[in-house]
Nanobody, 122 residues
């Protein structure tokens, strides 16, 4: 089991940037794929980005492609999400997740953090 703790959320103006971090602990962290998901009020949780255990493969939702970048540092047991060009519709609680497969499906991930709030004012 991997334990995950997100940080870096906050309030930012439209067009601004934020960097989310997810610190992991537990067994075999480096062998897990990592994903970022988000959930806005009244909406279902949705995929944002994913990165393979090696960092060589990344996937992004179309809505964030070109604006967000996912990365990981296995030496520090962290995964990050750099968010640039933020829009009001990016407002949500962002969750870090770990799983055996690099995928956009929620069901592919077995461990989840508690989430961090990102609010973008227009």
């Amino acid at each position: 089991q991997v334990q995950l703790v997100e940080s870096g959320g906050g309030l930012v103006q439209a067009g601004g940037s934020l960097r989310l971090s997810c610190a992991a602990s537990g067994r075999a962290f480096n062998t897990y794929a990592k994903g970022w998901f988000r959930q806005a009020p009244g909406k279902e949780r949705e995929f944002v980005a994913a990165i393979s255990w090696s960092g060589r493969t990344t996937y992004y939702a179309d809505s964030v492609k070109g604006r967000f970048t996912i990365s990981r540092d296995n030496a520090k047991n962290t995964v990050s999400l750099q968010m640039n060009g933020l829009k009001a519709e990016d407002t949500a609680v962002y969750y870090c997740a770990a799983g055996k497969e690099t995928a956009a499906r929620i069901s592919a991930y077995e461990s989840w953090g508690q989430g961090t709030q990102v609010t973008v004012s227009s």
